[in-house]
């Protein structure tokens, strides 16, 4: 019999690899995706906005992730937004300091940024 108990949320799951600042997550087709802040690895300091998904079993672990790609973005970056088109594309948007100086974060979080948005097309996706 259903007592309409909750079940404990479990997160014990942990991404190894990938930092995911600021991120906003969704499901499309039962797919987890998330568009987070990445964290160049190359001690540059810079960061991006990029689209990944979250794979796995994610009703426990273990989990995953694949990048699918960096979105136009550099400097102080990421926080995005997101609306379904239509069953199969969804607009977002994300904040982006200067494409063309591609500061350090630590720098760039004093600049301007502006508003970005674009298109995501999901059956391009694997």
Do not use: Q
Not at 15 to 33: E, I, K, Q, Y
């Amino acid at each position: 019999m259903d007592d309409g108990a909750v079940a404990p949320f479990d997160c014990s799951a942990e991404l190894t690899g990938v930092r995911l600042d600021g991120p906003l997550s969704f499901l499309w087709n039962h797919r987890l995706f998330v568009l987070a802040r990445k964290h160049l690895l190359d001690d540059s300091g810079r960061k991006r906005t990029a689209l990944y998904e979250i794979t796995g079993n994610l009703e426990g672990g273990p989990i995953d992730y694949e990048e699918w790609g960096e979105l136009p973005s550099a400097g102080d970056t990421s926080y995005a937004g997101f609306a379904m088109l239509d069953p199969n594309r969804a607009l977002v948007g994300w904040y982006s300091g200067d494409l063309d100086l591609d500061r350090p974060w630590v720098l760039a979080m004093f600049d301007l940024t502006d508003i970005w948005r674009g298109t995501i097309d999901f059956t391009k996706l694997k």
